[in-house]
């Protein structure tokens, strides 16, 4: 059971990681964009 138990927390460790990691280049990527169209007003397709 305790093994399991510690598997889960390592798993759920990892997803985190892995969570923040894609939230914060997401986050880049919609920054980066946002600032594409503030200089280049162009309609966006």
Same mark, same amino acid.
């Given at each position: 059971?305790?093994? =399991? /138990?510690?598997?889960? @927390?390592?798993?759920?460790?990892?997803?985190?990681i892995t969570y923040?990691?894609?939230?914060? =280049? /997401?986050?880049?990527? @919609?920054?980066?964009?946002?600032?594409?169209?503030?200089?280049?007003?162009?309609?966006?397709?």
């Open positions: 059971m305790k093994n =399991k /138990f510690i598997r889960n @927390i390592i798993l759920v460790t990892l997803l985190g923040s990691k894609l939230w914060s =280049k /997401f986050q880049f990527y @919609i920054r980066a964009k946002f600032t594409t169209m503030m200089i280049f007003p162009l309609p966006s397709l």
